[in-house]
């Protein structure tokens, strides 16, 4: 992003996953056997997109 020829750190920031998302996918995504769902520079709404995914699958999984 870009504001008037310079970076605008706090919008690319805030478009970040954080770090407890990344935390939560990166053992969620160990969990389901599915390594590759995380990557260090996901958006947050991706990672919130990924998490809900992994937590549904993993529930599915479970009731069996």
């Known amino acids: 992003m870009q504001v008037q020829g310079k970076y605008d750190a706090r ?6 996953m954080t770090r407890t998302q990344g935390l939560r996918l990166r053992r969620l995504s160990e969990e389901a056997y599915q390594p590759a769902q995380y990557a260090r520079d996901l958006s ?5 997109r990924r ?8 529930e599915l999984a479970n009731s069996f």
């Open 11 to 16: 919008a690319f920031l805030g478009e970040q």
């Open 51 to 58: 998490i809900q995914a992994l937590e549904a699958e993993i």
């Open 44 to 48: 947050s709404s991706e990672a919130a």
